[in-house]
């Protein structure tokens, strides 16, 4: 062994302190950089002559220390439990969100709502029953009546434009993914070419793996790390990033809300696969979310303000054309549709426009003669009140339009808070896996401090080591001088 050797164990020291300090300054300077992975040189201490050989003499000591590499401080199993709790958590906030919009819509319990509206219908009816002769009780009750159907139509197309803007976020969000995935493709690329080059790739892999969490956000997909360096990107059984390559998403179906509640089958929205048109699978994430918001949820609701409107009509209708009118004549249909002949939360409307017409009476018209020709004469009308007040009492039928609204938003409200309680639990389910993460990749100033102090230390050390061999060296010249 070299006389020497000491001096190349204290520079190899001195190196790997030197690259320790470089690394952990790095560290401190991205301590509050979002999705930083934090970093650690992995030093190997360097052994002494093992082969025997002649002429080759060991002492038993080392030959100092190397910097093997840089190593990201990240826990596999946390990252892939993150990718799936934050998944679940996307999910749960889409449909907390979707339903506090939903109750939005239905105002309810408020003077305002669907509920008073037809609380003040049905007492304009007992006014009516009060003062069956009254042309402004009449006209009172057309404007109620009008109201209420203003006010289905008002919320039919309040959750129409819903499902349209939920359809746009859709869009939005499959455009994100497809360039997500093909910047984690390109990045995986990088990595894998500086990887094999033995060039530093930390921050590459930090930007992809933030990619990849947003894109398990998204659509629920899961990450498998490769021997290379590169991830694959697994969503609903196949790959979405395989390797160097992705491929790209699409949505299918669905036109509009009333084409979904035509054919929930045929007309509902999908996600495809844009190379092969087969469904993508996706089960989780936000763009699960939007897919039970557009083919579940806001269809059930509409499908409900439908069979409200249709039992409102149903009901009135069927007692208005058994009473006569003010002239005596028989009733027509109290509410109509405005196009067509199927009467729904988007087409009802008032049809009786005379308050004059408004069947009160329950007493058919007498017939009368003329005395003198004996000709009959047109029917006159009575101011009998039956058939309004009969129309009255349907507020209270069991399987009438009120009970029906009144059981649909009670549901819309349980649901509603059973989001919002799956979605406080994910989400602190999430924070604590998020906090455990951070624990583990995250920076710590403290611990980066200490570290910053020991390499320091260790590298005053290595050059105190230096100068002690160089005194003893200059003595030993010396004496051999003489």
């Known amino acids: 062994m070299s006389t020497f050797s000491g001096i190349s164990t204290a520079l190899s020291a001195m190196y790997a302190q030197r690259q320790a300090l470089d690394v952990n300054g790095q560290n401190i300077a991205n301590a509050n950089t979002e999705g930083y992975t934090r970093q650690r040189v992995e030093l190997n201490s360097v ?4 082969t025997p050989a002649v002429h080759s003499l060991s002492d038993g000591l080392g030959n100092g220390v190397t910097a093997a590499g840089v190593t990201r401080l990240r826990d596999a ?33 408020s ?19 009060n003062q069956p002769g009254d042309l402004a009780a009449r006209a009172q009750l057309l404007q109620r009546g009008g109201t209420v159907a203003d006010s289905m139509r008002s919320s039919d197309d309040a959750l129409d ?26 990045l995986n690329k990088a990595i894998v070419r500086a990887t094999a080059a033995g060039l530093p790739a930390s921050e590459l892999a930090d930007k992809r793996d933030g990619l990849v969490l947003r894109l398990a956000e998204l659509t629920g997909a899961t990450s498998k790390a490769l021997d290379n360096g590169a991830v694959d990107v697994h969503l609903g059984g196949a790959k979405l990033v395989d390797g160097a390559s992705a491929r790209e998403l699409r949505v299918a179906g669905g036109g509009s809300l009333r084409d979904v509640m035509a054919d929930p089958v045929a007309n509902a929205v999908a996600l495809q696969w844009k190379d092969s048109g087969a469904d993508a699978g996706v089960t989780s994430g936000q763009l699960a979310s939007s897919l039970q918001s557009l083919n579940k949820v806001l269809p059930d609701y509409a499908a409900k303000l439908d069979e409200v409107a249709t039992k409102l009509a149903s009901t009135v209708n069927t007692q208005h054309v058994k009473g006569y009118d003010l002239n005596g004549a028989a009733g027509a249909d109290f509410f109509t549709p405005t196009t067509g002949t199927v009467i729904t939360a988007a ?31 047109p029917p006159k009308g009575n101011l009998d009140a039956g058939n309004a007040d009969v129309l ?6 069991a399987d009438g339009p009120d009970r029906f609204y009144r059981e649909s938003v009670t549901a819309l409200g349980v649901a509603s808070q059973a989001a919002q309680r799956r979605t406080a639990i994910q989400a602190s389910v999430t924070q604590n896996n998020d906090a455990q993460r951070l624990s583990q990749s995250g920076v710590s100033l403290d611990e980066e401090m200490a570290n910053m102090l020991l390499y320091q230390r260790a590298y005053q050390a290595a ?9 003893t060296f200059d003595s030993l010249f010396s004496m051999i001088r003489g």
């Open 392 to 397: 009255a009492g349907l507020a209270n039928a």
């Open 77 to 109: 199993f946390l990252e892939s439990r993150g990718q799936i709790e934050h998944a679940k958590f996307a999910f749960l906030a889409g449909q907390e969100e979707i339903h506090a919009r939903i109750e939005e819509v239905f105002n309810e319990p």
């Open 111 to 129: 003077d305002t709502g669907l509920q008073a509206q037809l609380s003040d219908y049905w007492n304009a009816w007992h006014d009516v029953v």
């Open 161 to 186: 434009s819903l499902w349209n803007s939920t359809a746009a976020q859709l869009d939005s969000y499959v455009t994100e993914v497809n360039t997500a995935a093909d910047t984690v493709a390109q």
């Open 463 to 471: 050059t105190q080591m230096i100068n002690t061999i160089n005194g």
């Open 347 to 377: 087409t009802i409307t008032v049809g009786v426009a005379d308050p004059a017409k408004v069947a009160v009476s329950s007493v058919p018209p007498r017939v009368e003669t003329d005395p003198i020709t004996g000709v009959v004469l």
């Open 47 to 50: 052994g002494g002559v093992v």
